[in-house]
């Protein structure tokens, strides 16, 4: 019996490249969740017949890429948060792309000068504010978080985490790294307890009164509200646009580059046209209440109700190149201690 | 004490060795520590290729915490593992009570549950909306987190507590085989000579079962020393947090390295120790099977300490987390039901055997020439070989890739400048190089639990089989193997339940489309949604189980019973 169950192992195994379709395939690293992945992957399959192969993890993939050189199967590499994907840019890992449906679904500040990079959904970093506790208008900017008298109110995720780090970067471009510093150490002073937890976790502790104000990205919002029983939670807190009236709300991006070395070229453009065209990027507006990077799609209802978004106008470039001096403010104000 | 003698002895006698069979144990010893070795010593060789040092910034900002703290995480894993683990040991061998044969692998149970699993239903059991403070509030007429005090799941405490709650199984398995292959009349002579029964415990039993204990706590630290998912998720600043944060936010691999040689130096330095401390002691039994462990008849009142002691672990490592998960799986079974959990399973299932079976036919190679040859060298090569473990499994995993991917092109290369064809990659990305990074990280549990029983196997069973004129392979297959059953037994099930557990090299290396158990979970669970994944977690819990129980029999049947 055992045999017989690892002899079928093996077989579902050696079977595993799936038998490729006859219009070829498009292999995906990706450091998004597969499951996120699945309805525009099938969608793009749907359409144009080529199958698409993921490996999804959180860290490592960059590095198996670079060893595999110019044998690596993988086509494309998918991401979020800019400076993860600006590092394949730096390790010469990615090659440029452009074509004109990609430039015309893309605008140009969500891409890379050279095509290196294209975004494809955006997300802002709010602020959550207890709708018991906070009134409308008292916070409106990143630069509040640090005003004495949120003493106590505020909760975060770890300092660390790719998404505030790019917050602390955007700081930095603004403001200069000392005077960031000096704002991240009255943060810091303010929180209600140490950085822990994820996003949502966050907004949870602002239900249960721990907190009044916390920092999260918008879909994570968005998502409580879709799932039955995390919607009473995400009810108790209104959402900020942080900076609405002034230089704009931070924003990360998800994104996709063609690896130097992609086996697939031309599928794995097509892949890349297809997931900035209106159709996929509304499957990713409705599944995951990210932003659309094509502005010519609205973002889902669910979305569009919370107001407009204005991102901040910064160059997601400029936030790449502050992350180092991000990282190790944060150790120095030791953020999550 | 007679069977068991500490006194100074160098082990086999070169003379007992014919030298050319002897030499191919030799050879096939140093070439597979060579494969072996080989991720550890590429991480190690990342080290020397940082971006910048990031030493001076470190030691200016975090590292003193991060050191305390990983000292602290790793003492208080340490003790709670050995107090439950020796504990429900000696109370499932040596005691009679009811329920002792259930709690005999119930008590392993908790292994099956992933250290990051358990530490996330906890957190939702125990955080402000989860049930207990629910009842607490509603009991009170609390209205909100300020007006009462819950003791934080997310600290260091919290994770002490889930992490030695799922890994005491390590020292309970090592320390019952270990009580299981000691002759019960050592026990009846230091009894006979006044000692209590607690005094025996501690002045024979212990010292005797030491080198087991060892293997077995050595395993929980490094095990400790390198989890990323529970302190990351309760925000523990341990090392491996600041070695993360090397590499993945500052982009430095070589930093990450060698903030991973540092900590595989404090192993090494750590498990020297141990064997420096009872380097003088050789422990020989000729162990006798036929007689039987005679286990204590006990009052009432202490049938239930014992039932009390075996269940607290069981309960609140296994059946409270499990339940949970079935809870949530229930909840959202129409979200999470998927047949895709079929595949999945055999993936796990076949890795996880095959890597198993090869940790297995490894250790026992390794630690068998290690008995042919003690040398200093043969102990070196030990080491060697099972450094893996004392390292973050992302990191290892990119340790296999740089040989395997560089294999690879090399081959490629070669093919193509003197044929014209491209043989592409072989083995990166494939089956093999996931069993190939399993077998090295979890080498050091087969090599070290083998090499742990084999020195307690009197060399007089090596010399009667081979002046009866067997050569070293048939007096290892027909004298040694039979005699070792249990421990193989033990080391194959660890090593099954931690691949199939395993998660950051899986992740790194898999081919693409690939899924084990661990690593869907884990899609959901890195996504804030674990409850989408309760599902497949339980499904891993039971997979895990269904081996646990089966080589538990074979185990228990190692001896016969009276």
Not at chain 1, 304 to 310: K, P, Q, R, V
Not at chain 2, 92 to 103: A, D, I, L, Q, Y
Not at chain 2, 534 to 540: F, N, S
Request: glycine residues 6%.
């Amino acid at each position: 019996m055992r045999m017989k169950l690892a002899a079928t192992a093996a077989m579902a195994l050696a079977a595993l490249p799936l038998s490729a379709n006859a219009d070829g395939e498009v292999n995906i690293y990706s450091y998004r969740q597969a499951y996120l992945l699945e309805p525009l992957l099938n969608a793009f399959t749907e359409e144009t017949g080529i199958d698409t192969n993921v490996v999804f993890a959180k860290q490592g993939l960059a590095e198996r890429l670079e060893r595999e050189g110019r044998n690596s199967p993988a086509d494309v590499v998918m991401t979020v948060d800019i400076s993860r994907i600006n590092e394949l840019v730096e390790k010469d890992l990615v090659a440029s792309v452009d074509t004109d449906t990609l430039h015309k679904n893309i605008p140009e500040n969500l891409r890379h000068p050279e095509g290196k990079w294209y975004a494809l959904t955006t997300r802002g970093r709010l602020i959550f504010a207890s709708k018991e506790r906070v009134k409308e208008g008292e916070i409106t900017s990143y630069e509040q978080l640090a005003d004495d008298k949120w003493e106590g109110r505020i909760c975060t995720r770890s300092g660390k985490h790719p998404y505030n780090i790019a917050l602390f970067s955007s700081m930095i471009a603004h403001h200069g790294e000392a005077e960031t510093a000096k704002w991240l150490e009255g943060l810091k002073d303010n929180l209600a307890r140490k950085p822990q937890g994820g996003d949502r976790d966050q907004i949870k502790a602002i239900a249960e009164g721990v907190c009044d104000l916390s920092i999260g990205n918008s879909y994570y919002y968005g998502n409580m509200l879709k799932d039955d029983k995390q919607r009473p939670i995400a009810e108790q807190v209104n959402l900020v646009f942080p900076n609405a009236d002034g230089r704009g709300t931070h924003v990360n991006i998800s994104g996709i580059s063609l690896t130097k070395s992609a086996p697939n070229k031309d599928n794995a453009i097509k892949l890349m046209e297809f997931l900035s065209s209106p159709e996929a990027q509304r499957i990713y507006a409705e599944a995951n209440t990210e932003y659309p990077a094509n502005p010519d799609v609205k973002p889902s209802g669910l979305v569009a109700e919370w107001g407009d978004i204005h991102p901040d106008d910064l160059s997601l470039q400029e936030i790449a190149n502050n992350r180092e001096a991000a990282v190790k403010l944060v150790d120095r104000v030791d953020y999550d201690g | 004490m007679t069977e068991a003698v500490s006194s100074a002895n160098p082990g086999l006698t070169q003379p007992l060795l014919a030298k050319r069979t002897s030499k191919r144990w030799l050879i096939s010893a140093i070439a597979t520590t060579a494969i072996v070795a080989l991720p550890v010593l590429s991480v190690l060789f990342l080290a020397f290729f940082p971006e910048e040092n990031i030493w001076p910034h470190l030691i200016d900002t975090t590292l003193p915490r991060y050191l305390i703290t990983t000292i602290q995480l790793m003492v208080g894993v340490g003790i709670l593992t050995l107090v439950i683990g020796l504990a429900t040991a000696w109370a499932v061998t040596m005691c009679e009570f009811p329920g002792r044969k259930f709690f005999e692998w119930g008590l392993l149970l908790p292994f099956a549950i992933p250290a990051y699993v358990i530490a996330y239903v906890y957190t939702s059991l125990l955080d402000y909306a989860g049930p207990v403070q629910v009842a607490m509030r509603d009991w009170f007429g609390w209205k909100n987190a300020t007006e009462y005090w819950f003791p934080e799941i997310r600290s260091l405490e919290g994770a002490t507590l889930m992490i030695g709650l799922v890994l005491y199984p390590y020292v309970y398995l090592l320390a019952r085989a270990a009580f299981l292959e000691q002759s019960p009349s050592l026990f009846a002579v230091s009894r006979s000579l006044g000692h209590s029964a607690l005094s025996t415990f501690f002045k024979v039993v212990l010292p005797i079962a030491r080198p087991a204990i060892a293997v077995g706590l050595s395993l929980v630290l490094m095990e400790t020393l390198n989890d990323f998912g529970t302190v990351d998720f309760f925000a523990v600043q341990t090392l491996t947090r600041g070695l993360f944060d090397t590499w993945m936010n500052l982009g430095n691999l070589g930093g990450a390295a060698q903030i991973a040689t540092t900590m595989l130096m404090f192993v090494v330095i750590l498990v020297t120790l141990e064997r420096y401390s009872r380097r003088r002691q050789q422990q020989y039994a000729a162990r006798d099977n036929r007689d039987p462990i005679r286990r204590f008849t006990m009052s009432f009142p202490r049938q239930m300490i014992c039932v009390a002691v075996c269940a607290f672990p069981l309960v609140f490592g296994f059946i409270v987390p499990a339940a949970a998960l079935g809870y949530y799986a229930w909840d959202y079974f129409d979200e999470s039901w998927n047949p895709v959990f079929i595949r999945n399973t055999f993936n796990s299932l076949f890795l996880s055997s095959a890597a198993a079976l090869t940790t297995l036919v490894i250790g026992v190679t390794l630690a068998y020439s290690r008995r042919l040859h003690n040398t200093r060298g043969m102990q070196v090569l030990m080491r060697l070989s099972s450094l893996g473990y004392a390292m973050p499994g992302a990191v290892l995993a990119v340790g296999v890739i740089v040989p395997l991917a560089g294999f690879d092109n090399w081959l490629d290369s070669l093919m193509r400048d003197y044929f014209n064809v491209s043989t592409g990659l072989l083995l990166s990305g494939t089956a093999f190089a996931m069993i190939f990074a399993y077998t090295v990280r979890f080498l050091a549990v087969s090599a070290g639990s083998v090499e742990s029983a084999l020195q307690k196997i009197t060399p007089s069973m090596d010399m009667a089989s081979r002046s009866l004129g067997h050569t070293p392979g048939k007096t290892l297959i027909n004298v040694h193997l039979p005699m070792l059953r249990g421990t193989l037994l033990t080391a194959a099930l660890v090593v099954f339940v931690d691949c199939m557990k395993e998660l950051p090299a899986t992740l790194i290396l898999r081919p693409f489309n690939f899924d084990t158990l661990a690593t869907y979970v884990y899609q959901f669970a890195s996504d804030e949604q674990l409850y989408h994944s309760a599902l497949p977690a339980l499904i891993i819990v039971i997979a895990g189980i269904i081996p646990i129980i089966l080589m538990n029999r074979s185990i228990s049947n190692s001896r016969a019973m009276a």
